[in-house]
């Protein structure tokens, strides 16, 4: 259930001076879980090829804004939003827009590692699959260069008919990242990738990402500032549902512009 | 508050151990009672009905005679009921598992479907019987047919189905689903690749449930006319039939003292039918049992 705002016509927004495109345009975006408004009024533009982070405490909606980038918020069937969040340049809540179309480009890796009841192979595969890839040739190969990109294939490699279950917390993480890799996504949305994993995990996760940004522009929901810090090149600040300030990440570190992203980077609050 | 003396202490710690162990007795009496009945049943089936149990007994056709007589028609009859049930309730309940837990938009006219499917679980099978007659028989012109019998005993079954299959379906975590829909997976494809394959075990189990309820159902079918003595095996969908429950049912209200042995000769086979497709539904469970 989308209803849209009308489109500003005569209000030119200033353009800052940008040496990347966008992927994705926010603007003015509102949304409501049935009477509750979980998100007020955010606009901002995602860099192509960028790692942005997004912080803020619990319940800021941080992960309710990357779960509406690719529209799986709407999978709480009482979701309403407002304005408008353009993919190359096609507003997504478009009536005639293919959320499937979305998805297959705008891939999404999980707060919990949420592999399928199937062997490595088949967790890999799964997606090429359902986009219609049959012959084995093509999905060997696929599933190969997925694990490799996802820094999964030496650990793997022997055994990738065996039940994804057996594999480690980390390492199911490392396969849902390149579960979704096999789909060429453009854009990858990670909701606290690494919140569930022990810190030597979440070591090889983050060296992951950062390998992961020549390739594609990811977003990256974290409760941990330090995480945002290390891997991001621009960073969000949520709080209760607006967006407090976006900046270049080490601007936003440093020197923020607000005086509640400082409070809450220093640690008074959060 | 003062603290209880050392005596006081120990006057009631052994007056909650002795409470305990009341309980604990009064609850094994409870448990030991089912049990009770049940050998009961079973001691007096099987001392009355072994004499009679032999191969000719599954070979015969009914006959005037008890010691000629025998349960072939019932026991081929209620496999033809089964196949018709199963294919018809089978398929229409998990299809509207399916739509209830996948499709159907949460709202008021969904939650009164669902309402009165589980009401539906409910309702005695003398009512789907009388259902069965009207609509059946005399609507649609199925005659006292095994199509008939079929068809009502479906109608019986259904809500059960239903139930069983959408608990199924819920218990497949959203993670799973979520992460299908991520990749651009239609509906449809997260149902048929993820989905059901994770439900199917449980559906499998609930169906053969309800199947073995259908089996040693009686009441529906005597209203919709199932046969009490038949003397040849039915030929199409639309032949008349009998089914074990009702064959025995019949024995058991005939003079003589040889029928009822008879008779309990025939809920032995009932019995090892239900026994071998409970067993069926309990492997079915334990194999493919999933952990997430």
């Given amino acids: 259930m989308t209803t849209l705002a009308k489109p500003v016509v005569n209000k030119q ?13 926010v603007t003015n975006l509102n949304l409501w879980y049935g009477a509750d408004q979980a998100l007020y009024d955010i606009t901002m533009n995602i860099a192509e090829n960028e790692i942005t982070a997004i912080i803020g405490p619990s319940g800021c909606g941080k992960s309710t804004f990357i779960k509406t980038l690719n529209r799986m918020v709407e999978m709480v069937p009482i979701v309403k ?8 340049e096609e507003n997504i809540f478009d009536s005639g827009y293919s959320v499937e179309d979305l998805r297959t480009k705008v891939g999404m890796v999980f707060q919990k590692p949420n592999p399928f009841p199937k062997s ?3 967790n890999v595969a799964y997606g090429p699959r359902i986009h219609g890839i049959k012959k084995k040739k093509d999905l060997d190969i696929i599933v190969e260069k997925s694990l490799k990109d996802a820094a999964l294939w030496e650990e793997v490699k022997d055994r990738l008919g065996e039940n994804a279950y057996g594999l480690s917390g980390g390492q199911q993480q490392r396969l849902c990242i390149a579960r979704c890799l096999a789909i060429e996504p453009d854009v990858i949305l990670m909701d606290e990738p690494t919140s569930a994993l022990d810190p030597i995990s979440t070591l090889k996760v983050e060296e992951l990402v950062q390998n992961l940004r020549e390739k594609y522009s990811i977003v ?9 810090a290390r891997i991001s090149d621009k960073t969000a600040f949520f709080l209760n549902g607006e967006l407090v300030e976006f900046s270049d990440t080490n601007h936003l570190f440093s020197n923020p512009d607000d005086k509640r992203t400082e409070d809450y ?6 | 508050m003062s603290i209880p003396n050392q005596v006081d202490m120990y006057k009631r710690r052994k007056r909650r ?11 094994f009496a409870a448990t030991t009672i089912g049990l009770i009945v049940l050998v009961m049943l079973i001691y007096r089936v099987l001392s009355q009905g072994m004499g009679s149990l032999s191969w000719d007994f599954i070979r015969n056709f009914a006959a005037p005679y008890p010691e000629e007589a025998g349960l072939l028609a019932g026991i081929i009859g209620s496999l033809y009921l089964m196949v018709i049930v199963a294919l018809c309730s089978i398929i229409i309940g998990i299809a509207t598992a399916i739509y209830l837990e996948e499709y159907a938009k949460k709202g008021r006219l969904t939650s009164f479907i669902q309402m009165n499917i589980q009401n539906l679980a409910g309702v005695p099978s003398v009512v789907f019987g009388l259902l069965g007659l009207t609509f059946f028989v005399y609507v649609l012109d199925f005659g006292y047919s095994l199509l008939t019998g079929g068809l009502t005993m479906s109608l019986l079954v259904l809500p059960i189905i239903v139930v069983a299959s959408q608990e199924a379906l819920r218990s497949v975590p959203g993670e799973l689903k979520e992460a299908s829909a991520a990749m651009g997976a239609s509906k449809w494809q997260t149902i048929f690749r993820v989905i059901l394959p994770a439900a199917l075990p449980g559906m499998v189990t609930g169906s053969i449930l309800a199947l073995s309820r259908a089996i040693g159902e009686t009441a529906p079918l005597l209203i919709v006319g199932a046969a009490t003595a038949i003397y040849s095996l039915p030929d199409s969908a639309l032949d008349s039939y009998t089914v074990m429950p009702i064959q025995i049912y019949s024995w058991i ?3 003589g003292d040889e029928w009822p042995l008879l008779a309990a000769a025939g809920i032995i086979i009932l019995l090892i039918i239900l026994l071998i497709m409970n067993a069926i539904a309990v492997y079915i469970r334990n194999k493919f049992q999933r952990r997430y």
Wanted: proline share 4%.
């Fill in chain 1, 220 to 228: 990256i929901v974290t409760h941990n500032m330090q995480q945002a």
């Fill in chain 1, 265 to 270: 980077i220093t640690g008074r609050f959060g």
């Fill in chain 1, 81 to 88: 939003t407002s304005g408008s969040i353009k993919y190359n």
């Fill in chain 2, 17 to 27: 151990t002795a409470k305990n162990k009341l309980f604990h007795a009064l609850f």
């Fill in chain 1, 13 to 25: 927004v200033e353009k800052k001076p940008m040496e990347k495109n966008s992927v994705f345009e």
């Fill in chain 1, 120 to 122: 490595i192979y088949d």
């Fill in chain 2, 253 to 255: 209200s005939k003079p």
